[in-house]
């Protein structure tokens, strides 16, 4: 684990549409907060390089030199064979864990309550290495590439990330009986490291094993952190979402790499109410105190995270909770609160 000086400089990525009213909330929070934490403003562009999307030098630099930057949502550029601007931060800075919490919100009940889990997704490779092929018209047909040394560093992630939270096991999910090379490396790569860390017990679950359980008694793996490829990551934790929470608006993720890490709001820019003070900028709350935890100032993270969730359980959310407040009137209130 990396260490960093105090004050912690961080690299803010504004983002599009809702982007620029919630950053400046969690700049307003941290602020009151007191969070010994300088902001450096960086523009990820995005420019055409070799005829592929790119992120601007100025901006790689200056988040390599930070080591941690915070992420507003990104409008996807409109035009056809550029990179999505998020794929190309994960390729650019090699983020190789994406690591997304799912809770509950007391005061906000969905579809269930207490839901508590860690999902850890492979964030390189898969199905979302990129590369389809099209025999002709009627035929096509997509690479799915899994390497063993993507496999091994995100799954000790994933058994580390049950160390720093407390739990006592790690679930990797794969599906072996239909994609016996491909998951079937996965899992074999999880057999490899059962003895890695002898205090968590590392357990394999078939896909559909895990989203059928999941669903019908998510209880199951509160003591758990979850791991799973890219394409089976991205949907079971789309999936806790709208399990745990039923908002974009609530959802941080953390975006883990060797030398670099990114931390963001699910969600996206959200242009049908940008500009008009109604995001919820929790989300991009929440990410900003994953990066906290990151840096080693849990103890304001925690506080935020608290000040906010009272605030909520009190009443006082925006629209997409069922709410009617404002973002800055919610804003005001967790500041309050601090
Ligand atoms: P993009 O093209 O950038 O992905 P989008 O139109 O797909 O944007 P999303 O941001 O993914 O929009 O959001 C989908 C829906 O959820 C929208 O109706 C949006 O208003 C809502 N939403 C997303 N984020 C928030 C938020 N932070 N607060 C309130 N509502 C939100
Ligand atoms: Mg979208």
């Not at 790689?60 to 998020?86: D, E, M, Q």
């Not at 008009?276 to 900028?281: F, G, R, S, T, Y």
Request: aromatic content about 6%; charged content about 25%.
């Amino acid at each position: 684990q990396a260490t960093f000086t105090k004050p912690v400089t961080v690299s803010l990525i504004e983002g599009d549409g809702i982007g620029i009213e919630i950053t400046a909330s969690v700049k307003k929070i941290f602020a009151k907060a007191g969070v010994p934490i300088k902001w450096e403003d960086c523009d990820v562009g995005p420019v055409i390089k070799n005829n592929n999307t790119a992120i601007p030098d100025e901006a790689v630099a200056n988040i390599k030199k930070n080591r941690v930057a915070l992420k507003g949502p990104l409008a996807t550029p409109i035009g056809k064979g550029h990179r999505s601007l998020n794929l190309t931060l994960r390729q650019t800075f090699g983020l190789y864990a994406n690591l997304r919490p799912a809770q509950s919100i007391k005061g906000y009940d969905f579809l269930y309550k207490d839901i508590d889990f860690v999902v850890v997704r492979e964030n390189t490779e898969g199905e979302y290495f990129g590369v389809e092929h099209e025999v002709n018209s009627d035929n096509v047909v997509s690479i799915k590439l899994i390497t063993k040394e993507a496999c091994e560093r995100v799954i000790k992630f994933a058994i580390d990330q049950a160390v720093k939270t407390g739990r006592k096991n790690v679930v990797v999910v794969h599906q072996s009986t239909v994609q016996p090379k491909t998951d079937g490396l996965f899992k074999e790569v999880g057999e490899s490291l059962v003895n890695y860390n002898k205090d968590i017990k590392l357990q394999f679950e078939l896909l559909e094993s895990y989203i059928y359980r999941s669903v019908k008694d998510p209880k199951i793996y509160h003591d758990a952190v979850v791991v799973a490829p890219n394409l089976y990551g991205d949907i079971i934790t789309d999936l806790n979402s709208g399990l745990a929470v039923g908002s974009l608006g609530m959802t941080p993720s953390a975006n883990i790499g060797t030398d670099v890490s990114i931390f963001e709001a699910v969600h996206g820019s959200a242009p049908d109410i940008a500009g008009k003070d109604l995001a919820n900028p929790s989300a991009m709350l929440f990410a900003g105190c994953m990066l906290l935890e990151h840096v080693g100032l849990s103890e304001y993270s925690e506080k935020i995270k608290k000040a906010a969730l009272a605030t909520i359980a009190e009443g006082i959310k925006t629209g997409d909770l069922k709410g009617k407040s404002t973002n800055s009137q919610y804003t005001d209130a967790i500041c309050a609160k601090l």
